[in-house]
């Protein structure tokens, strides 16, 4: 299985290695170089250097051949670009896109892209864990 992740920040370059440790063939794509680094000195995927909304830099990733497209930039913007073309222009099935807004994810979910939310998931969290708190009585508190 090959995977194409664009964005080789702290997500990306996560979701790479995981990949790559579980046997699929990864190519990461970032704009800066020094991104390359987070994928440690034994990264044996791939690497390309540039802009995830530039078609030669797709195509020299890999898209046309790629199972699985992750797009983990830092900007929601890009992303929704980035994996628009990856689905639509290039029509691949597996396209997860990570939108930190969730009133956009939303939208766009509700238009046949993938999208993950960290946000949302925050919210959920923080409020589970919030429920989850014991609430003492004053007087206990104070004795």
Request: hydrophobic share 45%.
């Amino acid at each position: 299985m090959n995977a194409l992740v664009i964005g080789c920040g702290r997500v990306g370059s996560s979701i790479a290695l995981q990949l790559d440790r579980e046997g699929w063939e990864v190519t990461a794509v970032d704009e800066k170089e020094e991104a390359l680094t987070r994928l440690g000195d034994h990264w044996s995927g791939g690497f390309v250097l540039g802009h995830g909304m530039d078609i030669e830099v797709l195509r020299e990733a890999g898209i046309e051949e790629a199972d699985a497209v992750v797009v983990a930039t830092d900007g929601d913007n890009t992303n929704i670009v980035i994996g628009q073309v990856a689905q639509q222009r290039f029509d691949n099935q597996c396209v997860v896109v990570r939108l930190l807004d969730p009133a956009r994810a939303e939208f766009y979910r509700q238009r046949g892209l993938r999208t993950v939310c960290p946000t949302s998931v925050a919210i959920e969290v923080l409020l589970d864990a919030v429920r989850a708190c014991e609430i003492r009585p004053a007087e206990a508190a104070t004795t």
